[in-house]
């Protein structure tokens, strides 16, 4: 069976980071990234109300289900093989997407994370069936919103938190 999400943990970053040092780090992965914060249960696929005890009732149960250290994944917003200069990376279930979530309640193409010449990332839902929210409020379906570091994203009842990759960077410095 697939993984619901392709991720490298925060640990193999820092490895990396080690390994290669601040610069060569930074030409191979310059790119902001995805912080899993929360995956759903997997689906019941016998019928259709999969999702009714996936969400979260209350922020009082966050803390208990958060990705901690070192178990953190995080997914690189570039496109596949590494395209880092990639003016779009496309989020969905489809095989074919940059980013493939694997949900039954995820769009086919769900959203894309739209990049500009001056690095500044966007993010579009893509008229999605269940909808994209940022910081808690739904996206409206192909109006791109800009993104910053510590923004909340919610892709069904999957959450991340968007790092910019300097912010990433510094998270990776160990102190000397």
């Known amino acids: 069976m697939l993984p619901r999400l392709d991720t490298i943990t925060q640990q193999e970053l820092e490895e990396d980071f080690a390994r290669r040092g ?16 929360y995956t759903p249960p997997r689906e019941n696929t016998r019928d259709d109300k999969s999702d009714e005890n996936t ?6 149960n966050l803390a208990d289900i958060i990705e901690k250290p ?6 690189p917003i570039r496109g596949r093989a590494g395209k880092r200069d990639k003016p779009s ?15 039954a309640k995820v769009s086919r193409r769900h959203a894309e994370f739209i990049i500009d010449k001056r690095g500044r990332t966007g993010l579009r839902d893509l008229g999605s069936a269940n909808g994209t929210k940022v910081n808690g409020k739904f996206l409206v379906a192909n109006k791109p919103v800009r993104l910053k570091s510590g923004d909340m994203i919610g892709i069904w009842h999957f959450l991340f938190q ?14 000397s």
């Open 55 to 60: 969400g979260v009732s209350s922020l009082e």
């Open 22 to 37: 601040p610069e060569r780090f930074r030409e191979k992965w310059g790119c902001p990234f995805l912080v899993v914060i």
């Open 89 to 103: 990376v496309s989020l969905g279930r489809e095989s074919s997407n940059d980013i493939v979530v694997r949900a």
């Open 70 to 75: 070192p178990s953190k994944r995080l997914i």
């Open 162 to 175: 968007y790092v910019e990759p300097e912010p990433m960077l510094a998270l990776l410095k160990k102190p």
